[in-house]
């Protein structure tokens, strides 16, 4: 289990552009559409490699409508353990350019985010170094806002 992710992924900062805004939403408001709960399960478990089972209890505290004869099946569905459906791997980046296709989402949850230019707010990580100065955003090493 790698508790470093683990913390990333329950505090809305692994990185991703759109999977940190829809968790920091989701620790905000206590709810977040179908779509982008099944990607921060999807996210978890098949990018991060984290047991659906670990997750589960950030969820649960998270979420203001917790019912747990949804949360369990629909948590184990979506991280492919029930047998009977395809896997349900989403494209973050893609969820995001579909979702908010112009980042006002992403900007409204992830404030340091909110300089990045358009063209870099799914993929802050092509940013150009000039570019991460100007707007005050750090791709990689250590320290400042880091994003990829």
Same mark, same amino acid.
């Given at each position: 289990?790698?508790?470093?992710?683990?913390?990333?992924? !329950? /505090?809305?900062?692994?990185?991703? #552009?759109? %999977?940190? &805004?829809?968790? $920091?939403?989701?620790?905000?408001?206590?709810?977040?559409?179908?779509?982008?709960?099944?990607?921060?399960?999807?996210? &978890?478990?098949?990018?991060?490699?984290?047991?659906? *089972? *670990?997750?589960?209890?950030?969820?649960? $505290? %998270?979420?203001?409508?917790?019912? #747990?004869?949804?949360?369990?099946?629909?948590?184990?569905?979506?991280? +492919?353990?029930?047998?009977?459906?395809?896997?349900?791997?989403?494209?973050?980046?893609?969820?995001? *350019?579909?979702?908010?296709? @112009?980042?006002?989402?992403? $900007?409204?949850? !992830? =404030? /340091?985010? *909110?300089?990045? #230019?358009? /063209?870099?707010?799914? /993929?802050? !990580?092509?940013? =150009?170094? @000039?570019?991460?100065?100007? %707007?005050?955003?750090?791709? +990689?090493?250590? +320290?400042? @806002?880091?994003? !990829?």
């Amino acid at each position: 289990f790698n508790q470093q992710y683990y913390d990333a992924w !329950c /505090e809305g900062r692994t990185g991703f #552009p759109f %999977v940190d &805004a829809c968790m $920091r939403c989701l620790i905000r408001c206590g709810w977040v559409n179908f779509r982008m709960r099944a990607m921060l399960v999807s996210f &978890a478990t098949y990018n991060l490699w984290l047991d659906w *089972k *670990k997750i589960a209890g950030h969820l649960a $505290r %998270v979420f203001l409508d917790y019912e #747990p004869g949804i949360h369990y099946p629909q948590l184990q569905m979506q991280a +492919g353990t029930t047998g009977i459906n395809a896997m349900r791997v989403y494209n973050v980046t893609k969820q995001g *350019k579909d979702q908010d296709p @112009n980042g006002i989402f992403i $900007r409204n949850f !992830c =404030p /340091e985010l *909110k300089d990045v #230019p358009m /063209e870099y707010i799914h /993929e802050p !990580c092509n940013m =150009p170094l @000039n570019v991460q100065r100007k %707007v005050g955003v750090r791709i +990689g090493g250590s +320290g400042g @806002n880091r994003y !990829c």
